[in-house]
């Protein structure tokens, strides 16, 4: 059951996103995105919260459905993006994510078995890197949220591997117990 929640949230987060970042922020950019501030003296497209989360659900999906269906997933959020927000914004957001899949499954694939949590942080930094250059360049032609998008990015990737260890150790040690 879990396995398609993963998928679900993970096919909404990409057109939530792509909604955000021309609708929520504490400043809006003329012509560019709404950005929120990641870190002090550091914004970011105000959707970077939500794409950090589906680099991590990304993987779950990954994991239960294989890459396929996340491609598919991927696909069918930018469809959904069509009709909620700038056409720029929904290519990029589809070319961004299909090309940092390729990525993300470079790096997750090899390391999910023995290392999962090590996994999840290490392909979310290279997913995160690859979708943030490929969504700003075709975006808005510029990389100048580039470090905002990638710690944005890298504090949700964080928080989902802390959660995901947490999970993991609960889990090993609730059948330890006689």
């Not at 944005?152 to 117990?177: C, E, P, S, V, Y």
Request: glycine residues 8%; positive net charge; hydrophobic residues 60%.
């Amino acid at each position: 059951m879990m396995r398609f929640v993963y998928l679900l949230l993970f096919f909404a987060t990409i057109p939530l996103a792509n909604w955000m970042i021309g609708n929520v922020g504490t400043v809006c950019v003329p012509k560019g995105p709404c950005l929120l501030p990641v870190a002090p003296n550091l914004m970011a497209p105000s959707g970077v919260f939500l794409i950090g989360i589906a680099l991590v659900l990304r993987d779950a999906v990954h994991e239960h459905f294989g890459s396929m269906v996340a491609a598919a997933a991927i696909i069918g959020g930018a469809i959904i993006s069509i009709f909620i927000a700038p056409p720029a914004l929904v290519v990029a957001s589809g070319m961004a994510f299909l090309i940092s899949e390729f990525a993300d499954m470079a790096v997750y694939t090899p390391l999910r078995r023995k290392r999962l949590v090590i996994a999840v942080l290490a392909s979310g930094v290279v997913g995160s890197v690859v979708d943030s250059a490929v969504f700003l360049w075709i975006a808005f032609g510029s990389l100048d949220y580039l470090w905002g998008q990638v710690v944005g990015k890298a504090w949700m990737t964080a928080a989902a591997a802390a959660w995901l260890w947490w999970w993991r150790r609960k889990r090993i040690h609730r059948f330890d117990r006689p």
